[in-house]
């Protein structure tokens, strides 16, 4: 498997601030991604981390509001920007690694966020 | 059609039942499939890759059926502790994952 870390694993925030989520992952996971996961909801794709550029972002997510950085090859950020109560959820960073039968995605334990 | 569907649930079985979710998915070429298992607040964990030829582990069976574009896990002599949520995924390059089928396990 691989190691991937985040945090914080969870917090309360108030509503319009902003809150960044720090992932680390072992040297051998290739891709990073964000997703999140809402309440009783299946997981939605954010965003590609791509090292050193922009991220890749899906249908629904932007920039302005999901800004998301990865520096190097082990390490991102995803910041949820002037939250609101529907930014609740659980925000999850993942990593590619090939085991030997194609890729496989492993998961960090999710940062869960409210917003009140 | 989305890419990646799995039977909806939730499924319902008391102890030492068999049980079976299947995934159906779009892609054609697609090359590697797996299963995982999340239980409820908790991330994802994978629970097994799915080979072309079928395969087992303990009290799980993964198959693949490439005509029909599906794949499906078979949960034999179920326990308390297996109630959980299972996605599949497909082509985990494309990051897409099936919405989950939940799983309770009833005494």
């Known amino acids: 498997s691989a190691v991937i870390s985040q945090k914080p694993s969870r917090d309360i925030c108030q509503r319009g601030t902003s809150l960044t989520i720090q992932c680390q992952v072992d040297?051998?996971?290739?891709?990073m991604f964000w997703y999140r996961q809402q309440p009783g909801q299946s997981l939605t794709l954010i965003a590609t981390?791509?090292?050193?550029?922009?991220?890749?972002?899906e249908s629904g997510f932007v920039i302005d509001k999901f800004p998301i950085s990865r520096p190097n090859l082990t390490f991102s950020t995803l910041t949820v920007s002037n939250m609101s109560p529907e930014d609740s959820s659980i925000y999850l960073c993942?990593?590619?690694?090939?085991?030997?039968?194609?890729?496989?995605?492993?998961f960090g334990e999710g940062s869960w966020l409210t917003v009140v | 059609r989305k890419e990646v569907e799995q039977d909806p649930g939730p499924f319902n079985v008391p102890e030492g039942a068999t049980v079976a979710f299947n995934c159906t998915y779009s892609n054609s070429a697609s090359q590697s499939f797996f299963w995982y298992r999340q239980d409820c607040r908790k991330e994802p964990k994978l629970l097994m890759s799915?080979?072309?030829s079928g395969n087992e582990d303990g009290r799980f069976t993964a198959q693949l059926n490439r005509a029909s574009q599906y794949i499906s896990l078979l949960i034999r002599d179920s326990k308390l502790s297996d109630s959980a949520t299972y996605l599949c995924v497909v082509n985990p390059g494309d990051m897409r994952f099936g919405a989950g089928t939940r799983l309770t396990v009833k005494p």
């Open positions: 981390a791509n090292q050193g550029s922009e991220a890749t972002y």
């Open positions: 799915v080979y072309s």
């Open positions: 993942s990593g590619l690694r090939d085991t030997g039968y194609g890729n496989t995605i492993y």
């Open positions: 040297s051998q996971v290739t891709m």
